[in-house]
């Protein structure tokens, strides 16, 4: 769908209701004249052609106006993120529980500020605003990974169409899937230069599904949190188990899964909703409102595990292999091992060391040498 | 405004198991028939549950890119839309005639058709077909050829069978191939053994499976004796038996898949215009690949 300017006639006609837009008011009155106001002047009794010079005068509001007016989309999700995109002024955002950021930029700092690119951060996304040639106010959208930032767009891989987020959010830098679009391992090297508003948003959308609607429900105060018990009561199926889940295994599934390094999605769910998670939500721009699939799907294994009783055992190792262990476990849970150097052997979870924890306390059930204590 | 959600399963373990899902919502998307068009999943993003407020329009048509009615479509997808005032019952269906009903989505306050299974559509009849001409590179494919619907099929749930009949029924009602036979992995008959059902020397397999995965490429294709082992692949059409199977994989990676897409939205009162020709013209023969002129056709 393309969104085309609004000419110098549609002005006019949208000066017969009345004007009146980030700064840039224009009334018709009653005597057939226009009233042209901005912040810095207020002409009266302009006709026809006075007013096409007036506003030949101040280009940056008659452009903003023409922009936003071919956008549409008053109240929707779509317009508020664009609107946030080049840091103006939201009209209906509420400040409470949510990171405004920067102050709002009015015409004409934020025309000026457009020749030059806006940039904002979307997770992993970086987006840059500027004003496209032809000096109609017509944006231009360009996105790529915020690692990118200072690379040259000639270094970059480029891709046109916003469909490409879905190929390029699919792997991760080691061809790993991706289940989880909003984990931290989006891929880098690519740029989608050109995008108009629209497609921006498509792309978006591809990246990281369904934050900007939830981002802007938060916005307007409208966020419905679905906490872990309501989240774990509706499931069925082989789901239906995870609401046996154990209260404090909920806080080290939260600590697990949902802190910022492993999922950009800041948690507004908490255990109910008079009683909290002790991991942190994160820091991110987009709420997470409900345990999402992957969550739901850990949990079963959890809720299964959890069902267990535990048992005291016995088994022979020195304080070093006890330590070690401690180690292997923080190397996987911190996915380190890739980075373990090959003849790093001060490091417990290096792999000769675990080898030979292996070669020695295994036994011949290849398992741990242990004996469990009546 | 109108808006078509594609409702399908989708994987955290395997990254193909959305293409078709994406592809169809393509063609879809191409002929610019609806305002919006949105993939959602139970295992992916967006999901179910966030999929509709991601959407302007008012008007939302969600046709679940499922086989038969059952668990997901009677239960999940309707529960996770947040469908108020659902119930199986408003289908008013035995088990493959679900065709749509108009409900309220409460998180978003709009108005959401929610449609049957693609699997149970008449026109999925036409894509089974299609998918048999497409493997055998035959646009003429039944004389002398034995056709097999091959469906999951469970105990648990008897509509996943019916599915599988209503097509192989309607197939052989349309007298072009010699016999048409709808097989089960889970159930009788059988598909492992496939040639004891037929006569015919070729026989086409047509598995009724929305995406490719464990069962139609690793499952199916040993259980058939087509391979020893699926990491060996298989030959199309291979020997087994003293017949030729042509094993054609999922039906739901054929292009014309998009046509049920939009019968079923269609059906629920979405405004089209000639989006089904144009979808109809797109997607004929797709996914043929080029044809080597020496290979012998199927019946031949």
Redesign the interface.
């Known amino acids: ?1 393309a969104d085309s300017l609004p000419d110098h006639e549609s002005l006019l006609a949208a000066a017969e209701e009345g004007v009146d837009f980030d700064g840039f008011v224009l009334e018709r009155t009653d005597d057939g004249t226009y009233a042209l106001e901005t912040p810095e002047a207020r002409e009266t009794t302009l006709e026809e052609g006075e007013l096409e010079r007036a506003l030949e005068s101040i280009p940056a509001f008659v452009s903003n106006w023409r922009y936003w007016d071919a956008i549409g ?1 008053e109240g ?3 317009r508020t993120f664009l609107r946030w995109c080049e840091r103006a002024p939201i009209a209906d955002a509420t400040t409470e529980g949510q990171t405004l950021g920067d102050e709002p930029l009015e015409v004409p700092e934020r025309h000026d500020a457009l020749e030059e690119g806006i940039v904002r951060e979307w997770g992993q996304l970086r987006i840059a605003v500027r004003l496209a040639d032809g000096g109609e106010g017509e944006r231009r959208y360009e996105l790529r990974h915020v690692d990118d930032a200072d690379r040259a767009r000639e270094e970059l891989e480029r891709r046109e169409d916003p ?1 490409d987020a ?1 190929e390029l959010s ?2 991760d830098e080691e061809g790993r ?1 991706r ?4 984990a931290p391992t989006l891929r880098s090297g690519w740029v989608l230069p050109d995008l108009t508003g629209r497609a921006l948003v498509e792309a978006v ?1 591809f990246f990281y ?2 934050t ?3 981002w802007h ?1 938060e916005r307007r105060g409208e966020l ?1 949190v679905d906490h872990w018990l309501e989240t774990a009561e ?1 499931q ?2 082989i789901y239906d188990v995870i609401d046996e889940l154990p209260r404090e295994a909920v806080d080290w599934m939260a600590e697990a899964c949902c802190v910022d390094s492993q999922c950009l999605r800041r948690r507004e769910w908490e255990y109910d909703d008079d009683d909290a998670l002790e991991a942190p939500g994160g820091d991110g721009p987009f709420p997470c ?2 345990p ?3 969550v739901v ?1 850990a949990a079963r294994k959890w809720a299964i595990l959890e069902s267990e009783a535990e048992r005291t055992y016995e088994l022979e190792l020195t304080t070093s292999e006890l330590n070690q262990l401690a180690e292997l476990i923080d190397a996987v849970a911190d996915g380190r091992t890739d980075e373990i150097r090959e003849a790093d052997v001060n490091d417990g979870a290096n792999r000769y060391r675990a080898r030979y924890l292996r070669a020695k306390r295994f036994d011949e059930n290849g398992g741990l040498e242990a004996t469990k204590r009546e | 405004m109108q808006a078509l959600v594609v409702a399908a399963h989708g ?5 193909d198991a959305s293409d078709p899902t ?1 592809a169809h919502a ?1 063609t879809v998307r191409e002929t610019g028939a609806f ?1 919006e068009v949105r993939e959602a ?7 179910f ?3 509709i ?2 959407l ?1 329009s008012d008007e939302v048509f969600v046709v679940p890119l499922f086989i038969s009615e059952g ?1 997901f479509t009677e ?2 997808i309707p ?1 996770e839309l947040r469908l108020e005032d659902w119930d199986p019952e408003k289908w008013d269906s035995d088990g493959t005639d679900a065709s749509q009903v108009t409900l309220e989505a409460t ?1 978003v306050g709009k108005t959401i058709h929610y449609c049957g299974p693609v699997g149970t559509h008449d026109a999925m009849t036409d894509v089974i077909v299609q998918r048999a001409e497409s493997v055998t590179e035959d646009p003429d494919v039944g004389d002398g050829v034995g056709l097999a619907v091959v469906g999951h099929g469970t105990e648990r749930n008897e509509n996943s069978a019916k599915a599988i009949e209503y097509h192989a029924d309607r197939i052989r009602e349309r007298e072009r191939f010699d016999e048409v036979k709808a097989l089960f992995m889970d159930e009788e008959p059988e598909v492992d053994d496939v040639t004891d059902f037929f006569e015919s020397d070729d026989v086409v397999v047509v598995p009724l499976f929305v995406a490719d995965g464990y069962h139609t490429q690793e499952d199916i294709p040993e259980d058939m004796g087509l391979t020893e082992d699926y990491r060996l692949g298989w030959d199309v059409p291979a020997e087994v038996d003293g017949h030729r199977i042509w094993y054609a994989g999922a039906v739901g990676t054929e292009g014309l898949m998009a046509d049920v897409l939009l019968e079923r939205a269609a059906d629920a009162g979405a405004e089209l215009g000639d989006a089904v020709e144009r979808v109809r013209a797109m997607t004929a023969g797709s996914d043929g690949a080029a044809t080597d002129e020496s290979e012998p056709k199927a019946g031949d």
């Open positions: 769908m989309g929707t999700a779509r469909r879905r699919t792997y899937y289940p989880l679009k909003t959308d599904p369904a900007i609607a939830n429900r419905d509706r069925t199926g409102r409900e999402c699939s992957l799907a | 994987s955290h373990l395997n990254p994406y393509d305002d999943f139970w295992k992916e993003e967006p999901h549950r966030e999929v407020r991601t302007e668990y239960q999940v529960r998180d």
